[in-house]
């Protein structure tokens, strides 16, 4: 029903910067509502960025104020702004998506994308 594509990992140096992006595709694609998790090695996957009604938007302690969530919903494509970089960023990043009918929940992941923060 829904796939989700994740792109913008790589290799940055601490203090520097990354976007991520994930892209919604598939017959339910428009009505995906999509957050971002990132699992480090050894740890939990954890949410860190999400909206909540309408534009807000929420995030982890570890991340508020460094990192930004936005979306173009013309495009199915949900974004993470990752300013101010350090170490303990390093991880994979998961873009999650959930569609919520009458009750009955779905969720998707996309495959990941390895940030690496690194001098």
């Known amino acids: 029903q829904v796939q989700l594509v994740e792109s913008g990992g790589g290799l940055v140096k601490p203090g520097g910067s990354l976007k991520l992006s994930c892209a919604a595709s598939?017959?339910?694609?428009?009505?995906?509502?999509m957050d971002w998790f990132r699992q480090a090695p050894g740890k939990q996957r954890e949410l860190i960025a999400e909206?909540?009604?309408?534009?807000?938007?929420k995030y982890a302690d570890s991340v508020k104020g460094r990192f930004t969530i936005s979306r173009d919903n013309s495009k199915n494509t949900v974004y993470l702004q990752m300013d101010s970089l350090n170490v303990e960023d390093t991880a994979v990043y998961f873009c999650?998506?959930?569609?919520?009918?009458?009750?009955?929940?779905?969720?998707?992941w996309g495959q990941g994308t390895q940030v690496t923060v690194s001098p």
């Open positions: 909206f909540l009604i309408g534009e807000n938007t």
């Open positions: 598939g017959s339910a694609a428009s009505r995906v509502i």
């Open positions: 999650h998506g959930w569609i919520n009918d009458a009750g009955h929940y779905s969720h998707y």
